[in-house]
């Protein structure tokens, strides 16, 4: 591959970084606690997570935060391995998105 992929923003004019310590919400937490399981169970590697972040169009890659791109790529995680289909994880969406009404 040749080129810059979109993710890659080494070496590029950015701004200042922010290193100060950010309180995390539940939702981080809980996907953190997501991908804690998938790697300790599942054995899902850092390197397959970061091949499926790597892999969203640049769109989605924007739009996402940090803890939605690791959502997406452990859910990629787990279609690419046959462990879920696509169809089951939109069935699962649906059911809790209908809780969520």
Same mark, same amino acid.
């Given at each position: 591959?040749?080129?810059?992929?979109?993710?890659?923003?080494?070496?590029?004019?950015?701004?200042?970084?922010? !290193?100060?310590?950010?309180?995390?919400?539940?939702?981080?937490?809980?996907?953190?606690? !997501?991908?804690?399981?998938?790697?300790?169970?599942?054995? !899902? +590697?850092?390197?397959?997570?970061?091949?499926? !972040?790597?892999?969203?169009?640049?769109?989605?890659?924007?739009?996402?935060?940090?803890?939605?791109?690791?959502?997406?790529?452990?859910?990629? /995680?787990?279609?690419?391995?046959?462990?879920?289909? /696509?169809?089951?994880?939109?069935?699962?969406?649906?059911?809790?998105?209908? +809780? +969520?009404?």
């Amino acid at each position: 591959m040749n080129g810059r992929m979109h993710h890659d923003m080494g070496g590029l004019p950015a701004g200042k970084v922010s !290193i100060d310590n950010h309180e995390y919400g539940e939702w981080d937490r809980r996907v953190d606690a !997501i991908v804690q399981v998938a790697s300790r169970r599942l054995g !899902i +590697r850092v390197d397959e997570r970061r091949k499926n !972040i790597e892999a969203l169009p640049p769109a989605a890659y924007d739009a996402m935060s940090y803890y939605e791109k690791w959502l997406v790529a452990i859910a990629q /995680t787990l279609i690419q391995r046959g462990v879920i289909s /696509t169809d089951e994880l939109g069935r699962k969406m649906a059911e809790v998105g209908a +809780r +969520r009404a």
